[in-house]
């Protein structure tokens, strides 16, 4: 680290805590963590506050939690820190211009993707789910546009077969605690310079909604199994199928591309080991469900309780 900064660090979820570790094991002074307000969660519906917001108070960090950042006193009271720079990691708000005019530095966004591709709010799983063969990290300063900046610095990772929205989001936020103090230090020293995006390739990563979870089984094997594993572990892709006593809402949360090739309609069990015919004669081999109201299993334990087998349909 060529300065130390004073920095104020703003993200809510769990992917945020290890760029926020970095900075604090790089030395730069946190002057305040903004973060979501605290929801209800859990059967009670406790109250809780959310990751970042744990950690830092836990450390005795300064915390705030405003549900807007739209109102005056708070854009003076940001101002009034005295920024050199504000962090910022799947935060949550839209920082107004006058947040993002305050630290003499800017605001330096450490995003789930490699922009102009996935600009938004879900891109871990929009890119497993469209089939990107990799994506990575973009250090990018803020500006008013979502996610429009300059990029300051990438870091890129191939995505697999066997990696879920789950397995992605632990390894990106490894390589955003591993870019941030870099991106930021370069920031500060001049050694980095940002660079236009260009609108080639733009892509816009909606929030997952209700309507993405559903598996329909018309459509080809490989759309499929990118679905399934772009939304696993939450909120998990589901179809429904007949266990004995009605239908019943199966959350799938892994699956494989199988060899087999079948003209039997989309849905059908082609075997005792829950491959599945799609669309295109292709089937998608089911590995991890997880019944309503009980825990995931791996394929062989959940058939050791649930009658599935070849030739039923589920939809």
């Given at each position: 680290m060529t300065k130390r900064l004073r920095i104020a660090f703003m993200g809510s979820p769990g992917i945020a805590l290890g760029v926020l570790e970095a900075l604090i094991a790089a030395g730069h002074e946190i002057a305040c963590?903004?973060?979501?307000?605290?929801r209800p969660a859990g059967r009670g519906q406790k109250m809780t506050p959310t990751a970042v917001h744990a950690f830092a108070e836990a450390r005795g960090l300064e915390v705030r939690t405003p549900k807007s950042l739209k109102k005056p006193d708070e854009q003076a009271a940001?101002?009034?820190?005295?920024?050199?720079?504000a962090v910022v990691v799947a935060y949550g708000l839209i920082l107004p211009q006058p947040i993002l005019d305050a630290p003499r530095l800017g605001c330096l966004n450490?995003?789930?993707?490699?922009?102009?591709?996935?600009?938004?709010?879900?891109?871990?799983?929009?890119?497993i789910m469209a089939g990107d063969a990799e994506t990575g990290v973009d250090a990018m300063m803020m500006e008013a546009g979502l996610d429009t900046g300059p990029v300051l610095?990438?870091?890129r990772t191939p995505i697999t077969r066997e990696d879920t929205a789950g397995t992605l989001h632990d390894r990106l936020a490894a390589l955003a605690a591993e870019l941030a103090p870099r991106a930021l230090s370069g920031l500060a020293d001049g050694s980095l310079k940002p660079a236009a995006q260009t609108e080639d390739g733009m892509t816009y990563a909606a929030k997952i909604s209700s309507g993405d979870q559903r598996i329909d089984w018309t459509r080809p094997a490989a759309e499929i199994d990118c679905r399934?594993?772009?939304?696993?572990p939450a909120p998990g892709a589901w179809c429904e199928a007949d266990l004995g006593q009605g239908p019943v809402r199966l959350k799938l949360l892994f699956s494989e591309l199988t060899d087999l090739y079948n003209l039997a309609p989309?849905?059908?069990?082609?075997?005792?080991?829950?491959?599945?015919?799609?669309?295109?004669?292709?089937?998608?081999?089911l590995l991890r469900l997880q019944k309503p109201g009980g825990k995931p299993l791996d394929a062989r334990d959940f058939l050791a309780g649930?009658?599935?087998a070849a030739g039923q349909v589920i939809g």
């Open positions: 963590v903004y973060s979501q307000p605290p940001f101002a009034a820190l005295g920024l050199d720079a450490m995003h789930a993707s490699i922009l102009p591709r996935w600009r938004g709010a879900a891109p871990i799983q929009r890119a610095a990438s870091v399934i594993r772009g939304l696993a989309p849905g059908t069990l082609l075997d005792d080991r829950l491959a599945v015919a799609c669309g295109d004669g292709r089937a998608v081999r649930s009658p599935l």
